[in-house]
């Protein structure tokens, strides 16, 4: 019963480097999506998936890239990093199906925090 | 302007009182309204849902939403310390596939 899985739990990266962040679930949830969190700032939408080979840009999504090969997978990659992508990172997924019958909760990974020097 | 704003606090109470947290929002389009809790370097996690307007009650918490004024409201009865935390709103449209959310309150209880 693992839920949202998020690897790594820290990273700092040079700017310029790439890095690409990891988020599985397990729960079979059509949606994924991807935040950031920056003091005062709450969780800003980067890019999200409503199904495998299916994803669409949120508020934030300059300097990122998402795919989605399978259902359980929503990788963020971070093409040219960048000092102002200092963050953290959290992953959600939600049932489609879920939803439509009540049941409309994300479920959060615990995070990536990641340091751009 | 943010499409939904939320007070960063802090809001600092006694033990046993009643936190009082809200949000409003500017999108009318917004059909689900979530209330989740974050503790220090934790993921959020789900405290209450509602959809369009109205009250829900689950234990300490009750959630009202009020459409007409685009205005949704936390109450947390007989407050404890383990409640001290960040408490986020958020909302979705009726597809329900992305949140928006409010920038978070810090909530303090004190012993």
């Known amino acids: 019963n693992a839920g949202v899985t998020q690897t790594p739990k820290f990273q700092v990266l040079k700017t310029g480097q790439s890095m690409t962040l990891q988020c599985a679930q397990d729960?079979?949830?059509?949606?994924m999506s991807w935040y950031r969190q920056d003091p005062g700032m709450g969780l800003r939408l980067i890019h999200y998936?409503?199904?495998?080979?299916?994803?669409d840009q949120g508020e934030v999504p300059n300097g990122y890239n998402v795919s989605r090969s399978t259902t359980e997978d929503f990788p963020l990659r971070l093409l040219s990093a960048a000092p102002s992508q200092t963050s953290v990172y959290f992953c959600?997924?939600?049932?489609?199906?879920?939803?439509?019958?009540?049941?409309?909760?994300?479920?959060f990974g615990s995070g990536t925090r990641l340091t751009v020097v | 302007q943010k499409e939904v704003e939320q007070d960063p606090g802090p809001l600092s109470v006694p033990e046993g009182a009643i936190v009082s947290l809200n949000c409003t929002y500017s999108?009318?389009?917004?059909?689900?309204f979530m209330w989740y809790r974050q503790y220090s370097r934790k993921g959020p996690e789900l405290l209450m849902y509602?959809?369009?307007?109205g009250n829900k009650e689950d234990g300490r918490f009750t959630a009202q939403v009020d459409k007409s004024s685009k205005y949704i409201s936390l109450f947390i009865r007989d407050s404890q310390p383990s409640d001290s935390a960040t408490y986020l709103c958020?909302?979705?449209?009726?597809?329900?596939?992305?949140?928006?959310f409010g920038g978070g309150t810090r909530v303090l209880v004190k012993p």
């Open positions: 958020a909302m979705s449209g009726a597809a329900g596939n992305k949140l928006t």
């Open positions: 959600a997924s939600s049932s489609r199906t879920g939803i439509h019958k009540g049941n409309y909760g994300y479920t």
């Open positions: 509602t959809y369009s307007s």
């Open positions: 998936s409503v199904g495998a080979g299916i994803t």
């Open positions: 729960m079979n949830h059509e949606y």
């Open positions: 999108n009318s389009a917004f059909q689900y």
